[in-house]
């Protein structure tokens, strides 16, 4: 698994726009409101990406039967909306926003 831990700003989301084409696998977010943005972003870009998935729909039937790998953007706020384990998703990817005077760019697998 990947971790892009970047200043606000830094590219995560456009990392995880790149990734989610490459890898043909959706990106996890938490609200409505950050699907409508990365799709936009992708648009943008010119990307054809997977639909993205709202963390409260990870345990939609119909989710689970279409990926097993995903990408997860800012994975704070995903686990925040998450209240128990659905399914059985492999994480390849994900972002995290830095802290003031943090690393500017940490990329770990």
Known sequence: MKIYS???GGGKSIRMLYASEFNDAPIICATESQRKILKEQAKCLGLDIPEPIIAKELND?????????????????????????????????GTLTADEGGEDDRSRM
């Open 61 to 93: 039937a119909r989710t689970a039967k279409t990926t097993t790998t995903v990408l997860v953007d800012e994975i704070p706020t995903v686990l925040q909306s998450v209240l128990s384990e659905y399914g059985s998703y492999k994480i390849i990817g």
């Open 6 to 8: 970047l200043k606000r």
